[in-house]
C-alpha cells in the first residue's frame, strides 16, 4: 500500500507553535508574563522596600521619585503593588489549581459512573451554590482564621463547582464514545478509562476553566480583602492595597493609593482572560492538523459536513 | 458447517428487555425488546453475517456478544477448550479471559480510538491489560498484527486524526488480532466508508480469515456485502432471527417472507432479477409495541390466523433442510 | 448565452470550476465541469467521498460556503421561456431566492438538521409555498396535505400538525421530498436522501422519486454513491473523481459498459446480491488524494493500474467513444476500450 511517509512533530512543540500563532494568546501571555516578573523582582523594580515607612514622604503623589506615590506611612506605592500582585497571582493560581483538583476529581467520577453516586455529589455541589458564597466564606474564615493558605483554602472549597460540572458535562458526553466502549470490550478497569483515557480528551475545557478561574480568584481576593476579611494588610495583596478606598477622602484627594492596584487587577486578569481565550482556540488536538496536506480535509469535512 | 460440532458461541434465547419509565412515580410502562428470544450458534472459522433494517436489534446482539451489555435473559456460553461454559456470570480474570479471545470493532472508524493517544501506544496498552507482560513479545504481536492489515510500523507513531476512516478501521482490525482472539464481533464496521475502501477492508478480513482461522460475526445493513463475506447470513425482524441461511444460496433460497421482501428491496445491477419486488407497506412497529405472535405478522403479505397468536420459533427449513433455519408458520418443518 | 434547444435542456453546465480557500489555500474543488440534462431526465451524479459531486448540487443552487466560490464557467437554467445563468445571480437576491424552492427544488441527506425541529411539519412544507406563490394560509393548507397524500403520509391532516421528531426516518424523508416539490419545480436536485435510510425505505422513497419523474414531468438529478440504486433509477450517470467529470453517458453504457478506470474499478468493488458471490472484489490501492495534491494532468493517475507518462502531462479531454457516452482517458485505443494488462490487476 502506497502512503506517503510524513515528518513526526511531537505535539508539545505544536502546540507551543501554534499557542504563540495566536494573537490573543500573545497579548495576553504577554500581560501577565510582564507582571509576573514585576512581582518576582518588585523590590530591584521599584528600587524600594515595600515595608520602608518613611513618614515625612508620606502621602506624595506620583513623581519621579516614587512613580506610583507613596501611601500614608510614607511607603513606595510601586514597591507595594509589584509585590502585591506576587501575593494576588499566588492566591489566585493555587486557589484555582485546588479548586480545579476537586472539581475535577468528582466530576469526572460523577460524570462516568452516574447513578447514586452522581446523585449525591449533584445534590452536595447544588447545596454549596446556592448557598450565599459570602456567608459561606465568612463562615470558613472564622472557623479557620484569616490568611493568605486560609483564603486559599476557603476559594478551593467554593469554587469547585463550576469545574466540577463542566467536566461531569463533558465526562457525560465522552463515555458513550466508540473508544470507552472499545476499552470496556478489551476489559480496562473504570480507574483506567476514567483517568487515562477520557480525561486527558477533557483538558481542554479544564485548562480553560483553570485561568479563568485565576482571574475569579483574584477579583475574589480583592473584594474580600477590601472588606478586611481576606488577607490581613501586614502582607500587601492588591485586594488589602484597596481598604484604603474604603474612606473617601482618599478616593478624592489621594487617587494613586487605590488607582494603581485596581487597574493592576483589571489588567492582570484581561490578560488572563486572553490567554484563556487563545488556548480555547489552540487546544484542540484536531484544530490545527498536524500534517499539512490534510488540512482541506479536516476544514473541507468541517464545513460541508462528515461524509454519511 | 455442519450441526453435529460443537459451536464456539452458543446464544441461547436470548433476551434484553429495557424497562420503560413514566409517570411520576417512574413506574415501568412496558418494555422495549431490542432482543426478544435469540437463537445463534457461530462455529469455528465461520464468518455469519447478521443483517437486519434499523431496530431489529443486531447492533444490541452484537454488543452483547461482546458482554458490553448484560442480557435480560437466556443463556450465552462460549467453548474455551473444554466444552461450552456460561459466560454472563464470569467476573475478574475469567472475565479477562473471554475478552482476550472476544473482541469487538465498531462502526464509527472516527471515534474509536482515544484521540489523545498515539496508535502504537493504545495497542501496547491493551496487550498489557491482557497481562503479556514481555515488552518484546507485545512488539511482535503489534508488528504481526499491523502486517496483516497492510499499515506500515513506522505510522505506529501517529494519532488517530491522522489516518484516514479506512486506515483506522485497519488499526482497529490490528488492535484486536494483536490480542490472537477466536472471534471478533465486527459491528458496521464499513458502513461509514466509502465503497472502494469497504472493498479493500471486506477483502482483509477474507484474507485474516483464511491465514488465521478466526471466526467473525459481521454485523451490517447491506445485504450485498453481507452474503459476499459470510458463510452464513441471519436475518433479524425486531429481536428476533427470522431466518439463518448459507450466503450462497442467497438470494433463490429465502423463505421468510420478510427476507424475501428485504431482498427484493435491494438495489441490484441486474435488471431481470428485480422483476418480483415484493413492496413492503407501512413502517416498522414500534418494539414497545409489539405484536402478538409473530413480529411480522402486521406487514406479511402471507400472513395466517396462527401467526397473529403464536410466535414461530427457528426450525430446519422443510425445503432446503440442510443448513437453513426459518422461524415462520409456513415452514412446516422438522425439528 | 444559450441552451441547446435542439436536446430540450433544462440545465446546462458549462466548464464549471469552484474553488474554496481553506486557510492559506486555495483549492480546486470542481474542475471544468460540463453537464448538458436534457428536461424530465434522471441523472445519477456518482463518485466517492471528496468527488465533488455534493459540491455540484450547491453550485448549481448557489449554496457553496462562505469560503467557496465559482470561479469560472456557466450554469444555465431554462425558467420557463428564459433562460437563466444561475451564477450571475446573487446569492440571496431576490431572483436566485424566487428560483431556488420555487424552480429548483432540494432534498438534503440529513432530515433532521435540515428541518427546524422547533415548527410543526406542515408549516414548515407550506411556508415554501407562501414565500413563492400569492396564496392564502388555507389554501396553502390544502394544499400541503394533499401533497402529504400523494406521497404516501397516512393520515395527512394529523400530521400536518405534527414536530419532525415525531416522524420516522422514511417519513421525514417524504416530508423533504414536500418542501421540495410543493412548488412544483422542475428541477429537483436530491443530495444522498436515502443512503441514512433502510433498504425497504430506500426502494419506496425510489419510487416516488421515479413516480413523479414519469407523471409530473420533473427532472431529476441524484447525488449517490450507491451504484446498485444508480442502475435501477438512473438515465443517465456522470461519475465524478476528484473534482472531474470522469465518465458520462446512459446507465446502460456507464455501468454495463465502463471505459474509465476508476469506473471500471469501482463497478468491481461493489458486491451485488445477484452476482457471483466467489468473484473476489477488485480494489484500486490507496486512497483518494487532496485536491492539493493534483494540479496536473489525470485526478487518477495515482492509482490507476493503466497510468503512463502522457497521464500526468496536461489535462485530459473528453473522448466520445459512443454516442452520448464520453470518457475522459488517453489510454482508450480507437475503438474506445482500454488496452489489456500485462498484470491482468483489473478484469477488461
Partial sequence: MKEKSLKQQSTARIFIRNLLRNPSAVIGLTIISLMILGAIFAVQISGADPDYMDPISGRLGPSLDHLMGTDQLGRDMLSRVLSGG??????????????????????????????????????????????????????????LGQGINNVIIVFALTGWMTTFRLVRGEFFSLREESFVEADRAFGFSKPRIIFRHILPNTMSPIVVAFTINIAIFIIAEAGLSFLGLGVPVTTPTWGNLLTAAQNPVVIDEYWWLWVFPAMSIAVFVLGVNFVGDGLRDVLDPRHKSLIAKSKWKVALVGRLGRKK | MSNTRTPLYKVGQIKKHFPVLGGVLRRTKGYVKALDGVDLEVFRGETISVIGESGCGKTTLGRMLALLDKPTGGELSFDFGQGLQDVTSLRGADQMRFRKKVQMIFQDPYTSFNPR??????????????????????????????????????????????????????????????????????????????????????????????????????????????????????????????????????????????????????????????????????????????????????????????????????????????????????????? | MSLSTEKDLILDLKSVNVKFKVEDDTLHILRDVSLSIPRGSFLCVVGESGCGKSVTAQAIVQLLPDNGEISSGEILFSQGNQVVELNQLEKFGKQMRGVRGAKIGMIFQDTLSSLNPAHKVGRQVAESLLQHLPISKGEARTRVIELFRKLGIPDPERRYEAYPHEFSGGMRQRVMIAIATICEPDLVIADEPTTALDVTIQAQIMTLLKDLQKSAGKTFILITHNMALVSEVADHVAVMYLGRVVEYGTVEQVLRDPRHPYTKALMASVPDLDADKNVELQTVDGQTPSPAEVTVGCEFAGRCPYVIAACKEKTIEMTQVNPGHDVRCVRLDENGKLPILASGALHE
Avoid at chain 2, 464499513?190 to 480469515?209: E, F, G, T
Avoid at chain 2, 442467497?250 to 427476507?259: D, G, I, K, N
Fill in chain 1, 86 to 143: 506576587k501575593q494576588s497571582i499566588y492566591i489566585g493560581v493555587l486557589a484555582s489549581f485546588l479548586a480545579n483538583l476537586i472539581g475535577t476529581v468528582l466530576g469526572a467520577t460523577a460524570g462516568y459512573l452516574g447513578g447514586k453516586i452522581d446523585s449525591v455529589v449533584m445534590r452536595v455541589s447544588e447545596l454549596v451554590m446556592t448557598f450565599p458564597q459570602l456567608i459561606l466564606v465568612l463562615i470558613f474564615v472564622s472557623l
Fill in chain 2, 117 to 335: 493517544q498515539r496508535v502504537g501506544a493504545a495497542m501496547d496498552e491493551v496487550l498489557r491489560v491482557h497481562g503479556v507482560k514481555d515488552e518484546a513479545e507485545r512488539s511482535a504481536r503489534i508488528l504481526e498484527a499491523c502486517e496483516m492489515v497492510n499499515i506500515r510500523p513506522e505510522y505506529l507513531q501517529r494519532y488517530p486524526h491522522e489516518f484516514s476512516g479506512g486506515q483506522r478501521q485497519r488499526l482497529a482490525i490490528a488492535r484486536c488480532l494483536a490480542t490472537k482472539p477466536e472471534l471478533i464481533i465486527a459491528d458496521e464496521i464499513v458502513s461509514a466508508l466509502d465503497v472502494s475502501i469497504q472493498a479493500q477492508i471486506v477483502n482483509l478480513l477474507l484474507k485474516i480469515q483464511k491465514e488465521t482461522g478466526l471466526s467473525f460475526i459481521f454485523v451490517t445493513h447491506d445485504v450485498a456485502v453481507a452474503r459476499y463475506v459470510g458463510h452464513r447470513v441471519a436475518v433479524m425482524y425486531l429481536g428476533n432471527v427470522v431466518e439463518i441461511l448459507p450466503a450462497d444460496s442467497l438470494p433463490e433460497a429465502a423463505e421468510h417472507p420478510y427476507t424475501i421482501a428485504l431482498l427484493s428491496a435491494v438495489p441490484s445491477m441486474n435488471p431481470t432479477a428485480k422483476d418480483q419486488r415484493v413492496a413492503l407497506q407501512g413502517e416498522v412497529p414500534s418494539p414497545i409495541d409489539m405484536p402478538k405472535g409473530c413480529a411480522f405478522s402486521t406487514r406479511c403479505p402471507s400472513v395466517m390466523d396462527i401467526c397473529r397468536t403464536e410466535r414461530p420459533v427457528l426450525k430446519i427449513s422443510n425445503i432446503s433442510k440442510g443448513d437453513h433455519q426459518v422461524a415462520c408458520h409456513l415452514n412446516k418443518g422438522a425439528k
